[in-house]
């Protein structure tokens, strides 16, 4: 390791002011902190700081890692829907998972590029340190768009994210809104034919020529997608071959879907690895489900056939589309979440509940988890602001009642 | 202040959507294609320059007290003319501009001005006042408007620009760009294109 050490020490007066390289200051001071954890703190000398190794940087890697199950079941996951797809009766594991891989491998490849792009090249103007949000971003965009979103989409829907949602507030720390949702929303009102319907969820071309590509036309809508066409009481969801999707399934995740969003088993993987690493809030987990629970169960009390998805069961809603991976994810994102204890609660409640509404009582959305969590990110400051006042209220009255005793 | 400064000021220094924030509403409703947007800018270029030359004029006569109402009064009457014309003369534009031509009477940057300026200045200098404001806003408009017809629907004016071989290499209309929070996001990048050169109208940090 200290070879590497070394090595950045050598070329680092380069970047520095003056340096042949200076353009590029922002992008070495990024890549050496983090490699390293950087020797400056706050105050230079005198004072004692006791510093923790997670910073920013660590923090990112560790959700990148609990992104990980996800990942490699959405490789693993795309590869199963093309072979059914294309009518196989076995599937190769190692096949399926190059398939996946090179799939969605342009993609992140894509994301990255353009996203960090940008934040160096703001960085390098605003002469900050390059901010590392865009790790988890990178990765987390190509994981909630159907695998085979065409790539010059995924650009503009990133640089618009990057600049509109986050460089104009101030970069990493400052966006009201999540990032990755932001794209996918672009994307999802700028594209619909793309991001929506029963044609895209489900990889059809061969990527780099590896696979078979299928024929032009093909569709099997995901879980939610065919709620629209029931009625009735009692609600079945078919996968490619008509066989019936069961809430097992659902749970497992071999179900048509976005990338990373249809294993509610990987999301779980996930979710302990970010708990246990102290990084996301149990609380608005834990809320989140309560409020899709909830409001999973009102609408089956109240279930119509003018509203199909009402009698989804409050359960299978949390298994079907992209609520777990929200709810994990994307709901517990620490700069746009509500972030005193209260607040978190109605928070990760009302996204739950929100999602559920929008998900049952608007037909035109089929899933409602990204504007649930877009709606409540704007909501989560005057949810603290209230909360506090509610407290602050709270704390006076009891002194008032205390100098009046006496 | 001289004519030429009244005249030409609300096209950039001091232009009325993008440094006084006016008349936001109607620039999300009616640019989502270039031709509406064109005439509603004309619409209100006619409505303001005589709205304010008839306050003007009778500036000295109205009570204090009831001004908004004879303001409204005015602008009203402006209002239906130009209507009638544009339902007489251009049907098609007319229906797709609805309610929105109606809606100048409530443009606040009508009532900025009448309130601002004819109140307190001379017939020919509120014109000229009234005019230039009245360009300033038609321009926001129509580069908004090009931006979201070209982007939304390919088209401009009406006529086909994105050639038909981009869309069959798979670009697609932006379907954001048809809906109005895109239009809150382009004068947003004309207000920080047009903030960066003009460095004193940045807010002290």
């Known amino acids: 390791m200290s070879k590497l050490r070394n090595y950045l020490d050598k070329i680092k007066p380069n970047f520095e002011e003056g340096g042949k390289l200076q353009a590029f200051r922002s992008v070495y001071d990024g890549m050496e902190t983090f490699l390293y954890t950087p020797k400056t703190t706050s105050a230079p000398s005198g004072a004692v700081h006791i510093h923790d190794s997670i910073d920013s940087k660590r923090t990112m890697i560790i959700v990148v890692c609990a992104l990980l199950p996800c990942f490699l079941f959405g490789m693993y996951n795309t590869g199963y829907q093309h072979w059914l797809a294309a009518g196989a009766t076995e599937f190769p594991f190692w096949e399926l998972m190059i398939y996946g891989f090179l799939t969605i491998l342009p993609r992140v490849a894509v994301a990255y590029i353009v996203g960090l792009g940008i934040e160096f090249t703001f960085a390098q103007i605003k002469k900050e340190e390059i901010q590392e949000g865009f790790l988890v971003t990178g990765i987390l965009v190509p994981m909630i768009c159907p695998a085979e979103i065409p790539l010059w989409m995924l650009a503009v829907a990133v640089a618009f994210a990057v600049i509109f949602a986050k460089e104009v507030f101030g970069g990493t720390g400052y966006n009201v809104l999540n990032v990755a949702l932001v794209t996918r929303a672009f994307l999802f009102f700028a594209y619909p034919a793309q991001m929506s319907g029963d044609k895209v969820y489900v990889a059809t071309n061969a990527p780099f020529g590896y696979g078979e590509a299928l024929a032009d036309g093909f569709s099997c809508a995901t879980p939610l997608g065919q709620i629209a066409t029931q009625s009735g009481p009692s609600i079945e969801f078919t996968g490619i071959g008509g066989n019936i999707i069961s809430t097992w399934d659902a749970f497992i995740g071999l179900i048509p879907g976005s990338f990373g969003e249809t294993s509610t088993l990987c999301i779980l993987i996930g979710a302990i690895i970010l708990l246990a690493a102290g990084i996301a809030s149990w609380r608005i987990i834990l809320s989140v489900i309560a409020g899709g629970l909830f409001m999973g169960w009102i609408a089956n009390i109240f279930a119509t056939p003018l509203y199909p998805a009402s009698y989804v069961p409050a359960v299978d809603q949390l298994l079907l589309g992209g609520f777990a991976f929200a709810a994990v994810f994307m709901a517990t994102d620490p700069v746009t979440a509500a972030r005193t204890t209260t607040g978190k609660y109605i928070y990760g409640f009302l996204i739950g509940a929100i999602a559920i509404v929008i998900r049952t009582y608007n037909t035109g959305y089929p899933e409602g988890a990204m504007l649930a969590v877009l709606l409540m990110n704007c909501f989560a400051p005057l949810i603290d602001y209230c909360v506090v006042q509610a407290n602050m209220r709270r704390r006076t009255n009891r002194l008032k009642a205390k100098t009046s005793q006496q | ?205």
């Open chain 2, 1 to 205: 202040m001289a004519n030429k400064s009244v005249f030409f000021n609300p096209f950039s220094k001091d232009n009325p959507v993008i440094v006084q924030i006016l008349g936001i509403c109607s620039v999300l409703a009616v640019t989502a294609k270039l031709e509406p947007a064109i005439v509603m800018g004309l619409s209100v270029i006619a409505v303001l320059a005589f709205s304010n030359v008839i306050i003007s004029l009778i500036r000295n006569t109205i009570p204090t007290n009831i001004r908004i109402i004879v303001q409204l009064v005015v602008v009203a009457g402006l209002v239906v003319i130009v209507s009638q014309l544009l339902q007489a003369y251009a049907y098609d534009v007319s229906k797709q501009l609805s309610v929105f031509i109606g809606l100048i009477i409530t443009n606040c940057i009508l009532m900025g001005r009448l309130e601002a300026f004819a109140m307190a200045n001379r017939p020919w200098p509120s014109f000229l006042d009234g005019v230039g404001n009245g360009i300033g806003y038609t321009i926001i408009l129509v580069i908004v408007g090009f931006f979201r017809e070209l982007l939304g629907s390919g088209t401009l004016l009406g006529f086909q620009i994105v050639p038909q071989c981009f869309y069959e290499a798979g670009y697609v209309n932006n379907g954001l760009m048809i809906l109005p929070p895109m239009a809150l996001v382009l004068v947003a990048c004309i207000i920080w294109v047009h903030r960066s050169f003009n460095k004193d109208l940045q807010e002290k940090q």
